[in-house]
């Protein structure tokens, strides 16, 4: 069965630093590879996704993320940290070529930004 | 457009309480699903529906029914509330089935179980 691990539960930066958020996934074939964030008392919001076009994925708010087939890794990172970007991070796979859309979660890991 | 709409919010119920979480997509959405959310758990799938008419059950669907009688509409039954299923759940739904397509999150409803 896929799975996905985040490593870190709790990652804190300082303001400006280099943000890193570890996923690795388990499937023997390259799945697709999703980023979520959810902000306090919110839902989940897409951040980026790789669908098997280009390695390296811009998302949204300065995000981005590179699928390293060789490391079945998939790590988000961003120059830069605001303190905006303080939320709760979730890597989620589903299976190339499934029909049902099925997320599989990660943990999650919670960033912390410090001014 | 809402997007997806979750109702209530909150909701305290006693052991043993049945009751209805909300659920509906206004994006003519095919697929819709329910997940729950525990402390250092992550997300976890609990039933889905790739269409009108279709459901099926996913990681942790027991004590928990679902229907698809619309397309918009995907509601969440918890036939006799247990403590366990203290946690928040998070409805959403994609454009289709496929694997490829992200999915659209609602805000989430926060149950507690006494």
């Known amino acids: 069965a896929q799975s996905v691990t985040q490593l870190g539960s709790h990652v804190s930066v300082s303001e400006g630093a280099l943000v890193l958020l570890r996923c690795n996934y388990s499937?023997?074939?390259?799945?697709?590879l999703f980023w979520y964030v959810q902000y306090p008392n919110q839902g989940l919001q897409l951040l980026l996704k790789?669908?098997?076009?280009?390695?390296l994925v811009k998302g949204i708010n300065g995000f981005e993320a590179e699928f390293k087939k060789s490391e079945t890794s998939f790590h988000l990172t961003k120059p830069s940290a605001h303190m905006s970007d303080a939320a709760e991070y979730f890597c989620?796979?589903?299976?190339?070529?499934?029909?049902?859309?099925?997320?599989?979660f990660g943990k999650g890991t919670k960033l912390s930004v410090k001014p | 457009n809402a997007g997806v709409t979750q109702t209530p919010k909150f909701q305290v119920l006693k052991t043993g309480q049945s009751m209805t979480l909300q659920c509906a997509q206004d994006?003519?959405?095919?697929?819709m699903s329910w997940y729950r959310q525990d402390p250092g758990m992550g997300l976890r799938l609990i039933h889905y529906?790739?269409?009108?008419?279709?459901?099926d059950q996913g990681e942790v669907p027991n004590g928990y029914n679902v229907s698809r009688s619309t397309t918009e509409d995907f509601p969440l039954r918890l036939l006799s509330a247990a403590p366990s299923q203290t946690s928040v759940y998070f409805c959403?739904?994609?454009?289709?089935?496929?694997?490829?397509?992200?999915?659209?999150f609602g805000d989430g409803t926060r149950l507690s179980i006494l």
């Open positions: 959403a739904s994609s454009y289709s089935p496929l694997s490829n397509q992200p999915q659209h």
């Open positions: 499937s023997s074939v390259p799945p697709y």
């Open positions: 790789y669908t098997s076009a280009a390695t």
């Open positions: 989620a796979v589903s299976e190339k070529g499934g029909s049902q859309g099925n997320l599989i």
């Open positions: 994006m003519n959405h095919e697929y």
């Open positions: 529906s790739v269409g009108a008419g279709i459901t």
